[in-house]
């Protein structure tokens, strides 16, 4: 299989992590930034300091959210933006894992923590898998 062909196959699969990692950031951010207290008291959460969630909401729909499908839109001439997205990406997620093995949470309903960072956790993995490669001509 040409080095072309292999681009398509793995490019295909770089753009749908991308999309998947954008449209899913803009949805949690926008929840996180515009009702905090809602996603609170959903989780169980006390609502006395919700402004660390308001702050990651606008961070995940600007850099993990807008950043990804910007650069969905030609990942190999993107790469440099790309790897801001998966770095924010991989850096929340250990945030967000560290914060839940010692349990820094006021939350009691743990699904609305741990099913985030699965998919935390898959996103970033796929990023850092399906990242752009350098080709010859493209150094």
């Known amino acids: 299989m040409s ?6 196959r793995d490019g295909y699969k ?4 991308l999309k998947v990692c ?3 950031s803009i ?5 996180f930034f515009l009702i905090p207290e809602w996603y609170a008291e959903l989780e169980g959460a006390n609502t006395e300091n919700i402004a660390w969630l308001r ?5 995940l729909v600007a850099v993990n959210g807008v950043g990804a499908l910007l650069a969905a839109r030609d990942p190999l001439a993107e790469r440099n933006l790309y790897d801001v997205v998966m770095l924010a990406s991989v850096l929340e997620t250990i945030a967000l894992g560290w914060s839940s093995w010692t349990w820094e949470f006021s939350a009691t ?24 490669k ?4 493209n150094l």
Not at 3 to 8: M, T, V, Y
Not at 14 to 17: P, W, Y
Not at 55 to 59: D, H, R, V, W
């Open 27 to 31: 949805a949690m951010g926008m929840i």
């Open 109 to 132: 309903e743990e699904i609305f923590i741990v099913g985030p960072l699965f998919m935390a956790g898959l996103v970033s993995i796929a990023l850092i898998l399906f990242r752009p």
């Open 3 to 8: 080095s072309e062909n292999n681009w398509l």
């Open 22 to 24: 954008g449209w899913s």
């Open 14 to 17: 770089t753009v749908l992590t």
């Open 134 to 137: 350098k080709m010859e001509n």
């Open 55 to 59: 702050n990651l909401g606008a961070a």
